[in-house]
């Protein structure tokens, strides 16, 4: 059950993500504390981003712009992690972390 203050006021929890190293650590994280409104609005942004590059990537596929798919991937992790924090901000539980793409 959600507590009625989260209800009032809800908002992002931290969430870990962008491992960089062979043992998974997390570079970066989603801030705690951010309110749920503004973080999906962001996570909108970088979703649209992500697929600006996505269709750029289709149009030039042949020209090996392999820093596009890297950014791709980047963005989309982005925008789980950001939406991943929301949720357990909402639930106010711990919800398994979106798996990796």
Known sequence: MIPAQSLAHPATLAAPFFSCSDTRQHLL???PG???INA???TYGLLATAYEL???LAIQSN???AH????TAFLIETAKATINACLE???GDAVQAVSHV
Do not use: Y
């Open 29 to 31: 994280a989603v801030r």
């Open 34 to 36: 951010v309110p749920l």
């Open 40 to 42: 999906l609005e962001s």
């Open 54 to 56: 996505a269709q750029e």
């Open 63 to 65: 020209q090996g712009n």
């Open 68 to 71: 596009f798919c890297h950014a």
């Open 89 to 91: 901000g909402m639930q």
